[in-house]
């Protein structure tokens, strides 16, 4: 796929073996990681002779691991309940969906309600294509078989995809609805006491808690890292959520552990 928010896509396409990622893994684990994210490139894609993203799971769990997630484009068959959650992207209603990812909006909505669990966590990525479909999204979190919860980031504007960015007046808009939809009972998975501090960037970044591993490289919070500036316009909901936690922002912390174990 090649989405036209993405910055990233098929930079690489190297499928890395078994070993190097439960070593990897390892490297994380005695770091302290706890909770681990397997990302793409597409996680579904990712084999190595009969394993499968299923297993590097299964793996996760055993080594103790308290949170183990995956993240996927949604357009392969979803049979992963030992995952706590499957972090699938949906980036708004059929008609912006379709123009951020391509036609995939119906293979991805019958994928989920063919689910083999409920462990379904929609992930949309808010940009100037889909920014008034943040409702639409919220609804379909609330009323589809398999679905849990919907997670929101704001578009990180990358040199060549500055354009899709949102102004701070657009972002306050679109907390407004995500606010507005919790009150009518969609199953938001961010923190609304981290919305002011997403609307005006002024979260600390990067989050020293968050780390990316790719081929051996560790990367503080993330690639957006190594682009100067980027930081600074970080829409990640996660990396301002986390950075507050661990700066002990109390409505924070209070407000994550409820929505941790309501989701997770």
């Not at 808010?126 to 609330?142: E, G, L, Y």
């Not at 609805?177 to 002024?202: C, H, T």
Request: aromatic letters at 10%; charged letters at 25%.
């Amino acid at each position: 796929m090649k989405c036209k928010h993405c910055s990233v896509n098929n930079i690489t396409a190297v499928v890395h073996p078994y070993v190097q990622i439960i070593e990897e893994m390892r490297r994380l684990y005695n770091m302290g990681v706890r909770i681990l994210f397997f990302c793409g490139g597409e996680t579904f894609l990712w084999k190595d002779g009969a394993k499968t993203v299923k297993d590097l799971v299964v793996e996760a769990k055993k080594m103790g691991f308290l949170i183990v997630n995956v993240v996927t484009n949604g357009t392969f068959p979803i049979d992963l309940p030992e995952a706590d959650l499957i972090l699938l992207s949906l980036d708004g209603d059929r008609e912006r969906h379709n123009a951020v990812r391509g036609n995939t909006y119906d293979v991805i909505m019958e994928n989920i309600r063919n689910a083999s669990s409920d462990n379904i966590c929609l992930y949309m990525a808010i940009n100037q294509i889909n920014k008034d479909s943040v409702k639409d999204v919220c609804v379909t979190a609330r009323d589809t078989k398999n679905i849990r919860a919907v997670s929101f980031n704001f578009h990180t504007p990358y040199p060549d995809t500055r354009e899709l960015a949102l102004s701070k007046e657009e972002k306050k808009t679109c907390c407004g609805v995500i606010e507005q939809m919790m009150k009518e009972k969609a199953p938001v998975f961010n923190l609304k006491s981290a919305f002011p501090y997403l609307i005006e960037n002024s979260f600390p970044t990067p989050c020293p808690q968050c780390v990316v591993i790719e081929n051996g490289k560790i990367s503080t919070c993330g690639r957006c890292v190594d682009v100067p500036g980027l930081c600074d316009e970080c829409g990640y909901f996660f990396v301002a959520e986390y950075t507050l936690l661990f700066r002990g922002n109390l409505k924070v912390v209070f407000e994550m552990l409820k929505t941790y174990l309501k989701y997770v």
